[in-house]
């Protein structure tokens, strides 16, 4: 790397990380924001669902707008009302004044992603660097979710929930004075795009997408039987599948059918998507584990997740060594084989705190595993398309990302549920221990059947 090319991939990677810490931050603080803001019990799970709307649903929308419009414009546009709208939230004294924060913070989210994920990607050229640029991404971005969790008890504890917010403002301040100068603007930004915007296909996949996140959310809180929700996931796929047909006839589609058709894409994003939504479940899993079966307090559960962290960093260093050596498909494949094996020792823990030692080592290896997937999944899902059409593909994989977040949860809370539910139900250890073991042996298998799909569908040898 040039000396330019390393300072501006450490502005890029710092917007990336505090977006990252920005997801998880809040989640150790509900309880206490609840009580300080007067949120009833089961309305704490909108101040995640208000950002999950936003941050999912627009993202595809936005990455296209960055192609259009130009990438630096829209990441520093987005950055400056991410800095406001954190801003709003920590001053916020109603529920109402939160929540809307979190959906500003959301889509403001939806901007910076896949536009700071296109100045990355054409900032390095396709191969070593490239890949070495998205597993220094990758890495940052896991510790940054990790960290998140830590953080956000230790702010909670010393300070005030408050400052879950105030923490991106100086952060955001400080990328919109330094970016302006380093990163240059894309070829685009002179309008020479203006009037192409796909209406119809935005507002069909928009709406989709945030039908889909409500009814996942819904179907988490109420159950999959719940009509709403089934509601919702019925709308979505509708939207969806009429995103299809209106791109098909679209002169100038947000996502044109071509792209949609490359395998790199398609099994790429769907490679991702399990990676994403069986790793951040499995977090979950291992929080009820530690909380309910273990009895660990949450800062000190967030403390444990930091060996996870530590994993994902090593494998988001490492994968581009990886890639080079095994192609991009294999080390994706590698990736999600290490996962599920070490997802799959999880089935042996027990009640006793000594088990605690394997739910480290589990979660370490783990975490190196669904990083070299990640950092492989993004690669594949970005290569092989021109740079003009960088902010599309780094917007269609911001929506992957997302969305596996947000489906990965609910389902996994499915699944322990009935399990605990057929066991008697109640808190008992032995009886959370049984919903945990039924829930991380289908997440086990959901990821090698992720592993199979890639290795079946990438044939191409690639990186």
């Known amino acids: 790397m040039t000396g330019r090319q390393r300072i501006v991939l450490v502005v890029l990677l710092a917007a990336q990380f505090m977006l990252a810490v920005d997801f998880s931050i809040l989640n150790v603080a509900l309880p206490v924001i609840g009580r300080g803001l007067g949120f009833p019990l089961g309305g704490l799970q909108w101040i995640v669902t208000a950002f999950a709307l936003g ?27 991410l800095a406001a709208a954190s801003l709003v939230g920590g001053l916020a004294t109603t529920p109402a004044v939160l929540l809307a924060a979190r959906v500003v913070q959301g889509l403001a989210t939806a901007a910076v992603t896949p ?147 490359r395998r790199t894409v398609v099994w790429g994003n769907a490679a991702g998507l399990v990676a994403f939504a069986t790793e951040t479940s499995l977090v979950f899993l291992m929080t009820l584990y530690l909380q309910r079966v273990l009895g660990y307090s949450a800062l000190a559960t967030g403390l444990a997740f930091g060996v996870l962290g530590a994993g994902t960093v090593l494998g988001g260093i490492h994968a581009p060594r990886v890639i080079r050596r095994l192609g ?42 669904n990083m070299l997937a990640i950092v492989g ?8 398309l021109p740079d003009h059409e960088q902010g599309l593909a780094t917007g269609v994989a911001t929506m992957t990302q997302q969305v596996g977040i947000t489906l990965g949860t609910p389902v996994m809370s499915a699944v322990f549920t009935a399990r605990t539910a057929a066991l008697g139900g109640g808190t008992a250890a032995a009886t959370v221990l049984g919903g945990v073991d039924l829930a991380v042996l289908v997440n086990t298998a959901l990821v090698l059947v992720g592993a199979v799909a890639a290795a079946v569908f990438l044939r191409r040898r690639s990186g």
């Open 55 to 81: 941050a999912a649903g627009f993202s595809l929308l936005f990455g296209r707008v960055a192609d259009l419009y130009g990438r630096r414009r829209v990441f520093l546009l987005g950055l400056g009302v």
């Open 115 to 261: 536009a700071g994920l296109a100045l990355l990607t054409t900032a390095f050229p396709e191969g070593p660097l490239r890949e070495r640029a998205l597993g220094l991404n990758g890495a940052l971005m896991s510790a940054g979710f990790t960290s998140g969790a830590v953080l956000g008890g230790l702010l909670t504890d010393l300070l005030s929930w408050r400052w879950a917010f105030f923490v991106n403002v100086p952060v955001a301040l400080a990328v919109l004075l330094v970016a302006p100068r380093l990163i240059p603007e894309s070829a685009a930004a002179a309008g020479a795009g203006r009037g192409r915007m796909d209406l119809p296909g935005a507002a069909t996949v928009t709406g989709g997408l945030l039908a889909l996140v409500y009814g996942l959310t819904a179907a988490g809180e109420h159950g999959w039987g719940d009509p709403l929700a089934l509601g919702a996931l019925a709308v979505g796929a509708l939207l969806l599948v009429a995103f299809w047909f209106v791109e098909r006839a679209a002169a100038h589609p947000l996502v044109p059918v071509r792209v949609l058709r």
């Open 328 to 369: 991009t498909r294999n080390a994706l494949v590698t990736g999600l084989l290490v996962q599920a094996a070490a997802t799959a020792a999880l089935l042996l823990l027990g009640t006793g705190h000594g088990w605690l030692t394997l739910l480290l080592a589990a979660t370490f290896v783990g975490g190196v595993g």
């Open 377 to 384: 999944f993004m690669v594949t899902a970005t290569s092989g």
